[in-house]
């Protein structure tokens, strides 16, 4: 028996510049580093250089099972790709950031 269907596939290849998101999108920011303050406070003043107004509820913190590390989630009102780009440059520059997803 001879299998006569068409496999098509689709070029999903993005260009320069171009994004799958439509914005104003929410946007999760997940961030990790070691448990201090120093962490906390970088993370929050990056995001608030790049974001006008974080609604209420917008941050989560969840400390590690040892609590050597602590998880920050930061959803944001993303306006475009440009601002995410630059949001996630200047959190992995940040020395107190290990992760920035």
């Known amino acids: 028996m001879s299998d006569d269907r068409e496999i098509k596939f689709h070029d999903?290849?993005?260009?320069?510049?171009?994004?799958?998101?439509?914005?104003?999108?929410?946007f999760p920011?997940?961030?990790?580093?070691?448990?201090?303050?120093?962490?906390?406070?970088?993370v929050i003043a990056i995001v608030?250089?790049?974001?006008?107004?974080?609604?209420?509820?917008?941050?989560?913190?969840?400390p590690s099972k040892?609590?050597?590390?602590t998880a920050i989630t930061i959803t944001i009102t993303a306006h475009s790709k440009l601002q995410l780009d630059n949001i996630y440059l200047d959190l992995?520059?940040?020395?107190?950031?290990?992760?920035a997803l």
């Open 92 to 99: 992995t520059a940040c020395e107190h950031v290990s992760i």
């Open 12 to 26: 999903l290849t993005l260009k320069e510049g171009e994004t799958l998101l439509e914005f104003p999108c929410d």
């Open 29 to 42: 920011i997940k961030v990790m580093g070691l448990s201090c303050d120093e962490f906390e406070i970088a």
């Open 48 to 62: 608030n250089q790049h974001v006008d107004n974080l609604s209420e509820g917008a941050l989560m913190m969840k």
């Open 66 to 69: 040892n609590g050597k590390y």
